[in-house]
């Protein structure tokens, strides 16, 4: 497997001097958001968790590689190009071996962040359960990848545009616990809360590292899912956004729209319907996620180097 890796000088270095290395999915880049916010987010989250201390990591499929840190130039290449495929558990291993350029989802990031050791991995939110999965199975491949891949996850919670209590439900059953960091609440991405509890609250990264630590100490495989809510000043309007999803909701279903295409498709329409703002928002959250994330990985790190 490890044959399969390739590491960037920055990460590779980080490695070899024990620093803490947080890890950071390319789906974001080339189906999350438009050409160039993607690509200048990109380097600002990045850049965050350099400023707090500890070693962005990048990942993406090229050239038959599972490139851990990319470069600039590489950032670019996921950002502008529309052939880059979409890779969740299912596609990883066609990606590799046709040496497509693949973008890796929080699912697969989490595959491939556990094969280069790292321990945290920062997105904006989570896939879950989506609304009338009672008849249509659509249910993200994150959530199996939480219950079975030893990799802490820091997000904004998931999306509001998902049944959020059904995708609860399903974190419980396969024993996944769900950590809030400042408050009680679940929060629901564009927003801080979602109206459901998350299992435990831990605010310091401290407490979050001994938890995580604790969980997988007792042999307790699977990730975390460690909830932060987006800054109040940069969340929107319950009300506003709750009617914007059920709009494009609606036009997703009556154009057909179904499978991996749907959330991209639903986040492009829901920020022509909030005239960017929901663009906004998901820039400010997935840049506290990277301040969380490397908080907690320069914990984690401390307690191993004790």
């Known amino acids: 497997m490890q044959s399969f890796l390739l590491f960037s000088p920055e990460v590779a270095a ?15 880049i080339s189906h999350g958001m438009p050409y160039p916010q993607n690509v200048q987010t990109a380097r600002e989250v990045e850049a965050v968790i350099r400023d707090a201390g500890a070693v962005p990591a990048t990942i993406a499929i090229i050239d038959g ?30 990606v590799l071996a046709q040496k497509r350029l693949g973008a890796t989802t929080v699912a697969a990031t989490m595959i491939c962040a556990q094969l280069a050791g790292i321990e945290v991995f920062v997105t904006g939110g989570i896939g879950g359960v989506h609304r009338g999965a009672e008849t249509s199975f659509d249910i993200s491949a994150d959530l ?32 996944v616990p769900v950590v809030s960091v400042g408050q009680p609440g679940f929060p629901a991405f564009f927003t801080r809360e979602s109206g459901f509890k998350a299992d435990f609250q831990l605010d310091t990264p401290e407490e979050q ?54 959330t991209p498709f639903l986040l492009a329409r829901i920020k022509e319907l909030t005239g960017g703002r929901s663009l906004a928002t998901n820039i400010a959250l997935v840049k506290h996620n990277a301040l969380v994330g490397a908080r ?4 984690l790190n401390s307690g191993l180097e004790a």
């Open 296 to 299: 907690l990985a320069i914990a």
């Open 65 to 94: 590689k599972i490139c851990v840190g990319l470069s600039e130039d590489q950032l670019e290449l996921l950002g502008s190009s529309p052939d880059a495929m979409k890779v969740s558990r299912r596609d990883l291993a066609y």
């Open 144 to 175: 199996q990848e939480l219950s079975q891949t030893s990799v802490a996850v820091v997000c904004a919670g998931v999306k509001s545009i998902l049944d959020i209590g059904l995708t609860l439900e399903y974190l419980e059953t396969h024993g």
């Open 209 to 262: 590292a001994a938890f995580i630590r604790t969980k997988w100490q007792l042999g307790l495989a699977g990730g975390v899912v460690v909830s932060n809510p987006v800054p109040g000043e940069s969340a929107m309007p319950t009300e506003e956004i709750d009617t914007i999803i059920r709009q494009a909701l609606g036009e997703a279903q009556s154009q057909g729209v179904k499978g991996k295409a749907v």
């Open 14 to 28: 980080a490695r070899a001097a024990g620093k803490p290395v947080v890890a950071l999915e390319s789906t974001i």
